[in-house]
């Protein structure tokens, strides 16, 4: 089946640094991939989504400078969240689909801790 | 945005017992998806189901389109503890880039 891999599953780090988490297809051409955070037993938030080679369309009220999103290629996407602070605290999850129409698949998540 | 609900939010049965959950909207949907999450790992799809009326089956779960494609349903016969996480509909809307997702249902099993 589609695997997704989301690399790196955990982070610790200290308030002010950058962290970039990358988001990888293995199998199959990612037209479109998918950032959420997640919260503590709260459903998926969609913060962007991303078309390869395009810019990413953000979700009203995510900071897109805050956030930045890079799909360079049709097997991976990066997400780099800037200046991280403790509130960017939270568990990161990808996801990338083929065609408009196909499920989505996810990568295991980055579970992002800002000290 | 589009509105997802689904139900119920958490559930807390014996093993061996049968599940129903739901997911209902007031749009028009053109695919359903269904995944189940285990704690600190992404979902994972079980279902998918493309067309209104459709049931499909995946070992014990069961899932269908409704007739409306307003709404769909999973179930779980003779749940078993592994089946413990919480479990997330989504759903396409045609013309839209994304699915839409529920709020989840967190299902405990009691050995």
């Known amino acids: 089946g589609a695997v997704v891999s989301q690399h790196p599953s955990w982070v610790i780090c200290k308030s002010g640094t950058s962290v970039k988490i990358e988001c990888r297809s293995l199998?199959?051409?990612?037209?479109?991939m998918f950032w959420y955070r997640q919260f503590p037993k709260q459903s998926l938030m969609l913060m962007a989504t991303?078309?390869?080679?395009?810019?990413?369309?953000?979700e009203q009220g995510v900071e897109k400078d805050k956030f930045l999103i890079n799909h360079a290629s049709l097997t991976l996407s990066t997400l780099t969240v800037t200046s991280a602070h403790p509130e960017d605290s939270s568990f990161y999850i990808c996801?990338?689909?083929?065609?408009?129409?196909?499920?989505?698949?996810f990568g295991d998540g980055t579970r992002l801790s800002i000290l | 945005g589009q509105q997802l609900n689904q139900s119920p939010q958490s559930m807390f049965i014996q093993e061996g017992e049968d599940v129903s959950m739901n997911c209902t909207s007031s749009?028009?949907?053109?695919?359903w998806l269904w995944y189940k999450q285990d704690p600190g790992e992404g979902p994972v799809l079980l279902i998918a189901?493309?067309?209104?009326?459709e049931l499909t089956s995946n070992g014990r779960l069961t899932a269908q389109f409704g007739i409306t494609r307003k709404d769909s349903f999973l179930n779980i016969s003779a749940s078993i503890p592994s089946d413990v996480g919480i479990y997330f509909c989504?759903?396409?809307?045609?013309?839209?880039?994304?699915?839409?997702f529920g709020s989840g249902t967190k299902l405990n099993v009691k050995p």
């Open positions: 996801s990338a689909r083929g065609r408009w129409n196909q499920p989505q698949h």
């Open positions: 199998d199959f051409q990612a037209t479109t």
């Open positions: 991303s078309n390869e080679g395009s810019k990413a369309t953000y």
């Open positions: 749009s028009i949907f053109n695919t």
């Open positions: 189901l493309y067309k209104a009326g």
């Open positions: 989504a759903g396409l809307i045609y013309n839209f880039n994304k699915f839409y």
